[in-house]
């Protein structure tokens, strides 16, 4: 798979690098701005269940 992408990218190894770390920061920015607010409310790790003097509730 990567070795595809890799191959798929224009350029000599630097301008790969170059675009691979766009890439990467391009779809760390799409998951964090837009996919993660999303299902943010549906994951378990919201409702806590520690109450104010430390116990387990």
Do not use: H, Q, S
Not at 2 to 23: E, Q
Not at 48 to 53: G, I, L, R, S
């Amino acid at each position: 798979m990567y070795g595809l992408i890799w191959r798929a990218l224009p350029g000599n190894t630097f301008v790969k690098l170059v675009l691979c770390l766009l890439l990467i920061a391009a779809a760390v920015y799409l998951l964090m701005e837009f996919v993660f607010p999303v299902i943010a409310p549906y994951m378990p790790f919201n409702e806590a269940t520690v109450t104010e003097d430390g116990a387990a509730g």
